[in-house]
């Protein structure tokens, strides 16, 4: 069966200092690979999506970038991060265009 | 901009009692609604729902879809303490889903 691992589950990071978040799945091969943001009160938001090692997508400018160095692999970096970048940081895997998304546990960021 | 609108945002009800959580939707490339329910991390995933009229059932929960008037329900019967979370719904196709808000369900003993 498939799992995705996302680590590290909690972090607190100074303003200025640079985010590494890494996801990798297990079980499946050339899966789509998202990252999400989930902020208070507010829906998760589609950060970024990758079809295929390389291949990413943005959704939202912001502050963040992501790559995809292997096939089950996703990393959510930023050089800077800024205060507005604090929040719940989702990733997520699915099998095709058209199956639903299979999340991770998730890393709570908060930037002081 | 596409919107997904989930009602109420949060209730409390009573073991045995039954729920209706609401989702009306309007997105410009409509290929499937899904319900996830997130506890302390994790969504997990409930149900996909692509044709309208056909129910979907797994054991005390069910969802509808109606594509004609933009909405689905997902209803709870026989609430126990383990329902208690925060219910999602997501709309779209294809790599692009949005997700509403989601509505905070509390089931007490």
């Known amino acids: 069966s498939q799992t995705i691992h996302q680590w590290p589950a909690t972090l607190v990071q100074p303003v200025g200092s640079p985010l590494s978040l890494e996801c990798t799945v297990e079980g499946t091969s050339n899966p789509n690979l998202y990252w999400y943001r989930q902020a208070a009160g507010r829906g998760l938001q589609l950060l970024f999506y990758?079809?295929?090692?390389?291949?990413i997508s943005s959704e939202v400018p912001q502050n963040l970038s992501a790559s995809r160095p292997q096939d089950r692999q996703f990393i959510l970096s930023s050089k800077k991060l800024l205060l507005s970048d604090s929040g719940f940081y989702l990733c997520?895997?699915?099998?095709?265009?058209?199956?639903?998304?299979?999340f991770g546990n998730g890393t709570r960021l908060t930037v002081t | 901009e596409d919107k997904v609108v989930q009602s109420p945002l949060s209730l409390v009800v009573h073991e045995g009692d039954t729920v209706t959580l609401n989702c009306s939707y309007e997105v410009t490339n409509f290929r499937s609604l899904l319900w996830y329910k997130q506890e302390k991390k994790a969504p997990t995933f409930l149900f996909m729902l692509?044709?309208?009229?056909i129910e979907k059932k797994s054991g005390r929960l069910s969802s509808i879809l109606d594509k004609k008037e933009l909405f689905s329900i997902l209803n709870i019967t026989a609430t126990q303490t383990g329902d208690s979370a925060v219910y999602l719904c997501?709309?779209?196709?294809?790599?692009?889903?949005?997700f509403g808000t989601g509505t905070q369900l509390k089931v007490e003993l």
């Open positions: 692509t044709s309208s009229g």
């Open positions: 990758s079809v295929g090692i390389g291949q």
């Open positions: 997501a709309v779209g196709g294809g790599n692009k889903l949005t």
């Open positions: 997520a895997w699915a099998q095709g265009y058209n199956s639903p998304l299979h």
